[in-house]
Each structure stands twice: as C-alpha cells, then as structure tokens.
C-alpha cells in the first residue's frame, strides 16, 4: 500500500467504467455496505460523479453518514486506487446527468433491456478528500502503449480528408484514416436528412459485409441515440454490458429484441465488440450523420479520447456538408457512353411504392428515398434508354420527396451506389464527375409498381 | 471440490452457487464510520452455516488491518463476472490471523480461476493476475447475520 496522495486528474483512466469500482457506503450505527458502480466519472481535480440506479441502500446511507470510498482500476496496468469520498449533492439534471444517462441508454439499448430497468434516477457528486494507490506496486514493465500525439493526428487525419472533393472519396477517405491514424479499424458512415426518422448506412471500413442501405431509427441502439440527442456516446466495456444486461434481463422477466424486421439490411459488426462509440455529426446545429466506431479492446473509447472524437467528427461534419452544396452542375447531362444491354432475359424489377422497396429479380435492394431514386432512374432509363443522369435534377424533382435544406442527396447516392455494387444485381450507378452519375444495366428491364391503398398513397399521386 | 461448494444451513450456499471463480471484495468501518475497501480470496463456509472465512489483503499499518483487528462490522460482496450474479454478506469479524502456507495456496487457485474469468468480460490477460496483492493476507472469519440478493435490476438490495 502506498500512503501517497495521487492526483486525481493523473488517473482519470480509471474512470472510464471499463472496470466496475465497489463503493463502500456505512449507515449510522456503523454496518458498511458494498455497491459496484457502472461508472465513477471524473468531474474536475476534487470531484468525481457516481451514477445513483438501483441503491437504495446507498442513498440511505449516504444520506445519514455522507463518507464512501471506492476502489477504481486502471483497465491498462491494473493498478488500483482507493479514493475516500465526502457526498456534496444530487444532480437530475445538467451536463453531467445527461452524458451519464446516455451512456445508460445506450447500454440499455445495446443489451436489450428497457430504459425503465437502467433508469438513471440521479447523479451523486462526491468531494475526493484523498486518492491513494493500493493493491501491488506498478510494474514498470506493463505500462500502456505510448500515447498518440494527438495534434500530429489530427493535422494527419485533416489533410486526407481534405484532398478529396467529392462525398464518396472523402467518405472511404475518413474512414480508411480512421484505421491509418488513429487506430480505429472497424467505422461506419451513416448519413441523415432533415426531418428523417432513420438514418441510413453510407459506407463502413473493417467489415466483411456492406453498410450501404442500412438502416437505423433515431432513438434505437448507440447510434440512433446519438443521433437524437446530438451527443456522443462512448461505451467502454460492451462485454460487462452484455453480461449486466443479462443478468438484468433475467432478473426483470424480459424476452430478448425483436428479431428485425423484413425488408431490411443489418448493419455489419463486429461478433463482440468491447468498446464503442457513436459520434454525431452536426453543423449548425443540424445533423448529417453519426460516424461509428467500435473495437475488439474495452476500454478503446472514453473519457480519455472524447475530445478527440468530437474534434473528428467535427471535421468529417463539416467537409461532407460543404460538399452537398454547390456541387451540382447545370450543365445537361454528358453525352451517353453506356453500351445498351445485352440481349437476354428481363431482369424483374419490381416497387412498393407502400415503402419506396425496390427488389431485383426477386432480390430486395433498398428502400426510402434511395428506392424512389433508384425507380425513377430505372422507369426513365426503360422509356426512352436514358442512362445519363445528374445530381441537380434529382434535386429538383418534387416527386422524389427530397426535403428542403439539409437533403443529403449526396450520401443517398453513395449508399445507393455502393448497395447495388455489393448486391450484384445487374444494375450500377457509377460517378462519371461531379454531380453526374450513369446508370448501367446488364439486360433489358421488366419494371412493374405495387400500388399502396395505404397512408403513402397521396406521395405517389402525381 | 471448491472450498465454496460446501453446505449451509442459513442459505449461504447461495454463496456457493455463485462458482468458484468469484470476486470477492469487503468493506469494514473505522471507529468514524469512514469505509473502507479490500480485496478477500479464497472465501470458504463453515459447516455449520452462518460463518464466511476470507483470506483479506489488510497491509500493516492499513485501515483494513485495524477496523478487523477491533472486529468490526463486515460486509462482503461475492460477484461472478461472467454473470454479475451478486451476494452480499454483513455481519461481524469472528476470528482474525495471518493467513496460512496453505490458504496461500489456495487463495493462489482461486486467483487463477478469477483470471479466466475476468479475461471473458475484456481484462487483458497480460495483467488479469495483479487483482490479487497476497503480501500481507488475514484469515478473517466473518458471522453472518444478513444476506442480500445484489444482482442489478429491478430486485437488486432484496434480503435473502
């Protein structure tokens, strides 16, 4: 044991929730009580925050006799600390509760148990009167990796961003220094539109599989939380979060999810990812997408690299923004250089105007705005051979439903054409300069259009 | 057959039932009510119920070491890691010494177990071993007076 006081500020990787830390409360007449806390947050050089769910005991004990210490770990070297604590006030409200709670959302999304069960009911801010080493010395030999200088990545991660102009490259661009920079190998795009419900996937790196044509809710799991509340969502420990949000789920009678519904593209993932986090990406205060990240390594995203996070996400925000706009070109479509299709039988194209679903030869392709993109091209292309399209006439037709100011036709485009590129459907949408894409099929189209009679029937009038 | 898989008659078989492979961490209060926190291994239960015995890390000169030496009031949580199945224990400090060759080995068995457990839910393996400090280890045997249903959720804190 070693009587030195430690700065709380120099082991805040111990407050990252990657390791549970036991808190020792004691009620008047002298009987202690031991909790395990999800997470002790780090608040400032003399205070620390305690996430108050399930204790009653605690609270009770705390309110008699406000002195409790805990025991935090290093999730690298596992050097222990106790930290003795004095009870200054319950928060329900402000920053401090609103990162904390959307963390727990999060959790409880990712586990499948209901909010109600992971329910924040407040934050206890404590007073650190003293933080001591405790447990074995440091080994000196297991220190953690050294640290990335953070201002080099940055300026690295910026500059390759920053040579592509157009959203496609500047998307496989972040993405892939994402990996090179920071290491963070495994990331998803995901794009979104003013006033949308569902975010859409646009591009991954570090996945078998394709995230173009996903889709997620705002609301649902770490993404669409943190879409909906424009906020950044770590999540250090997703192992200890399966395995607490079993025992929970067992405990409060609960079946697992549902299981999907049809029609739908899952979004790759890793089998078991132990840490991840979901970055909103917001200029002028609207959101354009949510960049997600996740890792085989707990502890991979926290505290400690929030900042980071948010600075990344930042950037990415803004140069995809830029790119939507003045980028389309009013110039008529480029002379047509696609060969016709080979003679041959028809491919089966078929659309659900109930959901804009477009399937290929009994395939399902996509569906929402990039359906209504895809049938309109597919319908013009069957009429007349058109195969020469632009950005600013998608833009500009009404019946595709494109909302007004933030669009994100761009990112709708990449998804689309990054789908039917893994699909191999016989269909292709290829980028042939800015704001101008070809369609190009392999054999002759037989289009045909499922009416709906239901609440979609007025959009398709016209 | 794990020290913990012995019977019980007050229900601290429960205990038992957790695995062999627990966390086990206690909380003792200095004559100010201060708490203060420990890592115990090696927890064993009488045959006739009613007691837990813990190898606990209580340095020389540390709070631990003198609220057990007065034999204070104890608390003791049992956490499984791989199922955050949880019991805590209060009662009273018994019987303190230092720990023996023996127990030593023991508390040595159980660690190894934990390893593998905590390594399951995301601690690196090349230090899962440092939980365990075994420099300083007092046997500790604790009566038993409540026991707790701590697992989270809705029921957590409910008297077994």
């Known amino acids: 044991m070693s009587t030195s006081p430690i700065a709380l500020e120099s082991i805040q990787r111990c407050l990252e929730g990657v390791i549970p830390s036991p808190l020792a409360t004691c009620s008047a007449d002298g009987v202690p009580n031991i909790t395990y806390m999800s997470v002790v947050r780090y608040v400032d050089a003399e205070r620390v925050a305690l996430s108050r769910q399930f204790f009653r005991k605690t609270a009770a004990n705390v309110d008699e006799n406000p002195v409790a210490q805990v025991l935090v770990v290093d999730p690298d070297t596992l050097d222990q600390y106790a930290l003795d604590l004095r009870y200054l006030h319950t928060e329900t409200e402000g920053p401090i509760f609103d990162s904390m709670r959307a963390n727990l959302d999060a959790v409880a999304s990712h586990t499948g148990v209901g909010r109600d069960v992971f329910r924040l009911r407040g934050v206890d801010v404590h007073r650190v009167v003293a933080c001591r080493r405790v447990g074995r010395d440091p080994d000196p030999g297991r220190r953690r990796d050294h640290a990335l200088d953070p201002l080099r990545a940055l300026d690295d991660f910026a500059r390759r961003v920053g040579e592509s102009d157009d959203y496609d490259a500047v998307a496989h661009a972040a993405l892939q220094a994402l990996e090179d920079v920071f290491g963070w190998p495994h990331a998803i795009l995901l794009g979104a539109a003013a006033g949308a419900e569902r975010l859409f996937g646009v591009a991954s790196n570090g996945y078998p599989g394709s995230s173009a044509g996903a889709e997620v809710t705002l609301g649902e799991g770490m993404i669409g939380l943190a879409a909906q509340r424009r906020r950044l969502i770590c999540v250090s420990n997703l192992a200890r979060s399966r395995v607490m949000g079993s025992a929970v789920q067992e405990r409060a009678g609960r079946a697992a999810g549902d299981a999907g519904a049809p029609r739908e593209i899952p979004l790759p993932g890793l089998d078991r990812p132990q840490s991840a986090a979901a970055v909103p990406l917001v200029v002028h205060g609207e959101l354009v997408g949510v960049l997600y990240l996740e890792s085989d390594r707990p502890g991979a995203f926290g505290p400690h690299n929030e900042r980071l996070l948010r600075i990344v996400g930042g950037h990415v925000a803004a140069v995809l923004a830029g790119l939507a706009h003045g980028h389309d070109t009013a110039d008529a479509p480029a002379a047509d250089p696609a060969p016709a299709p080979r003679p041959g039988d028809a491919l089966e194209v078929t659309y659900y105007q109930a959901d804009d679903s477009v399937f290929a030869g009994g395939d399902y392709v996509i569906k929402g705005v990039p359906g209504r993109i895809l049938w309109k091209l597919l319908r013009e292309h069957a009429a007349d051979g058109r195969t020469a399209f632009t950005n600013r006439e998608l833009r500009l037709d009404e019946g595709l439903g494109l909302p007004a100011g933030n669009d994100n036709l761009e990112a709708r485009l990449v998804a689309l054409r990054r789908r039917l590129a893994a699909g191999d459907f016989g269909i292709a949408l290829e980028r042939v300069a800015r704001g101008r894409m070809a369609l190009r099929v392999q054999q002759p189209l037989a289009l045909s259009e499922v009416p709906t009679s239901g609440p979609m029937r007025a959009a398709h009038r016209r | ?160």
Not at chain 2, 76 to 96: I, L, N
């Open chain 2, 1 to 160: 057959m794990s020290p913990l898989e012995q019977p019980a008659t007050i229900g601290l078989d429960v205990v038992a039932r957790l695995g062999a492979g627990v966390a086990v961490v206690v909380a003792t209060p200095d004559l100010e009510l201060r708490p203060t926190l420990a890592r115990a291994w090696h927890p064993r239960i009488d045959a006739d119920g009613g007691r837990v015995t813990l190898c606990v890390e209580a340095p020389a000169g540390s709070p631990m070491r003198a609220n057990l030496e007065r034999r204070c009031a104890l608390a003791a949580t049992f956490v499984r890691p791989t199922t955050y199945r949880s019991v805590q224990v209060k009662g009273t400090v018994r019987d303190v010494c230092p720990s023996t060759a023996e127990e030593r080995r023991a508390v040595a068995d159980h660690n190894a177990i934990f390893v593998d457990e905590v390594i399951e839910v995301g601690v690196p393996a090349r230090v899962a071993d440092r939980f365990l400090d075994d420099r300083e280890l007092l046997t500790v045997t604790v009566d038993v007076r409540e026991m707790y249903d701590q697992t989270p959720g809705p029921a957590a804190g409910g008297r077994l």
